[in-house]
């Protein structure tokens, strides 16, 4: 079974300057897809961002970006120019292109503070 | 745009009471799945669906029934409560296995 872990639990950020968040995943699968969620204090799950596996480009959304290291196993995501609005749990997520089985596997979770 | 839409959003319970955690939504998703999040546990998942008359459990299935007799609906049902399923559920829908999932804005379920 695929497993997902964020060895962050909390991080912090000064406004103005980028962090980085981490994740790294176990699978045997060779194409799967990877997702990072951002739940702010309203409780929402909103997407930041998705990674497909056999693309080797980052994907990139405006001040968020990815760095995938399908070797590694390692998801990580940055966030530049950090605002007060950024400060949320974050949660990795793996899902496998053959569901009919676990739809989607999460992290536990980092708490992302920015500082004023 | 309605999206996921979960009801209710809060809810106490008294232990052994049942109740049915309602999910619709309107975007003909043939994926369907509830997880629970619990403090420093991310989300587990309860049951998840692929289609309407399929239903599957997930890692935590205990406790709980689903059924799926529509595209829409994707109800949760705590057959008798107890206060270990105190949590915030969430309901997640995705248009095929391949891509991201909505989510419902969540019911924080406390079991007395």
């Known amino acids: 079974a695929q497993t997902v872990t964020q060895s962050q639990p909390e991080m912090s950020v000064q406004e103005a300057e980028t962090v980085t968040l981490s994740c790294t995943y176990d699978?045997?699968?060779?194409?799967?897809?990877l997702f990072w969620y951002k739940q702010p204090p309203s409780r929402q799950m909103i997407l930041v961002i998705r990674?497909?596996?056999?693309?080797?480009q980052n994907a990139t959304e405006n001040r968020f970006s990815v760095n995938f290291q399908k070797a590694a196993k390692s998801f990580s995501l940055k966030i530049s120019d950090s605002q007060l609005g950024d400060a949320a749990m974050y949660f990795c997520?793996?899902?496998?292109?053959?569901?009919?089985?676990?739809?989607?596997?999460f992290g536990k979770g980092t708490r992302l503070s920015v500082i004023a | 745009n309605a999206g996921v839409t979960q009801t209710p959003k809060f809810q106490v319970l008294k232990t052994g009471q049942s109740m049915t955690l309602q999910c619709a939504q309107d975007?003909?998703?043939?994926?369907m799945s509830w997880y629970r999040q619990d403090p420093g546990m991310g989300l587990r998942l309860i049951h998840y669906?692929?289609?309407?008359?399929?239903?599957d459990q997930g890692e935590v299935p205990n406790g709980y029934n689903v059924s799926r007799s529509t595209t829409e609906d994707f109800p949760l049902r705590l057959l008798s409560a107890a206060p270990s399923q105190t949590s915030v559920y969430f309901c997640?829908?995705?248009?095929?296995?391949?891509?991201?999932?909505?989510f419902g804005q969540g019911t924080r379920l406390t079991v007395v």
């Open positions: 997640a829908s995705s248009r095929t296995e391949h891509t991201e999932a909505f």
């Open positions: 699978t045997s699968e060779s194409d799967y897809y």
């Open positions: 990674q497909e596996a056999y693309k080797q």
């Open positions: 997520a793996y899902r496998s292109p053959n569901s009919g089985n676990t739809p989607l596997v």
């Open positions: 975007m003909n998703h043939e994926y």
């Open positions: 669906s692929v289609g309407a008359g399929i239903t």
